[in-house]
């Protein structure tokens, strides 16, 4: 017997294997959860700009290349744990969970999401080099992402002979 899966949260569309994605119902319902989570969604927002504002300014008040390079590389750090955060934030508001600021430091599946961020960066930099790098870049961050997909999914990955 297969369990079925529990019921969605109030407000949220019914779940439909024919359904098409709509980006009126997903604006409208993200619209719905964040008014009835307005106090944590704020300050959870609140501690990433403040943060982020912290890091900045300490990189910018350096006059060590070598500084300024950390502060760099460590704001890149810093704000990709914190958007990690939101996510994680975000998908507890989808489950019908109350989000909390403690979300932002969670370091469960970090190292994936920091590869994932690197790989987008080096993408950024690929198209900024006149799109020679995405010839590279682009199909391997796909590839890069299906296998996380089909991973995450218990699915399995061919091997690569």
Same mark, same amino acid.
């Given at each position: 017997?297969?369990?079925?899966?529990?019921?969605p949260?109030?407000?949220?569309?019914?779940?439909?294997?024919?359904?098409?994605?709509?980006?009126?119902?997903?604006?409208?319902?993200?619209?719905?959860?964040?008014?009835?989570?307005l106090?944590?969604? $704020?300050?959870?927002?609140? !501690? @990433?700009?403040?943060?982020?504002?912290? #890091?900045? /300014? %300490?990189?910018?008040?350096?006059?060590?290349?070598?500084?300024?390079?950390?502060?760099?590389?460590?704001?890149?750090v810093?704000?990709?744990?914190?958007?990690?955060?939101?996510l994680?934030?975000s998908?507890?508001?989808?489950?019908?969970?109350?989000?909390?600021?403690?979300?932002?430091?969670e370091?469960?599946?970090?190292?994936?999401?920091?590869?994932?961020?690197? $790989?987008?960066?080096?993408? !950024? @930099?690929?198209a900024?080099?006149?799109? #020679?790098? /995405? %010839?590279?870049?682009?199909?391997?961050?796909?590839?890069?992402?299906?296998?996380?997909?089909?991973?995450?999914?218990?699915?399995?990955?061919?091997?690569?002979?």
């Amino acid at each position: 017997m297969i369990p079925q899966a529990p019921p969605p949260p109030p407000g949220a569309p019914t779940p439909s294997r024919n359904a098409d994605f709509n980006v009126g119902d997903a604006l409208n319902y993200a619209w719905a959860a964040y008014r009835k989570n307005l106090g944590p969604l $704020l300050l959870i927002t609140l !501690v @990433i700009f403040v943060l982020q504002l912290i #890091v900045n /300014l %300490l990189g910018r008040s350096s006059t060590s290349t070598f500084m300024n390079v950390v502060f760099v590389v460590g704001g890149f750090v810093v704000a990709t744990i914190l958007a990690m955060g939101l996510l994680r934030a975000s998908l507890s508001v989808v489950r019908g969970e109350t989000p909390s600021v403690n979300q932002l430091t969670e370091t469960e599946g970090l190292g994936s999401y920091l590869v994932a961020s690197i $790989l987008f960066g080096i993408n !950024v @930099i690929g198209a900024m080099a006149c799109g #020679v790098g /995405l %010839l590279f870049t682009y199909g391997i961050t796909a590839i890069t992402i299906a296998y996380a997909y089909r991973t995450l999914n218990g699915e399995s990955v061919a091997p690569i002979a």
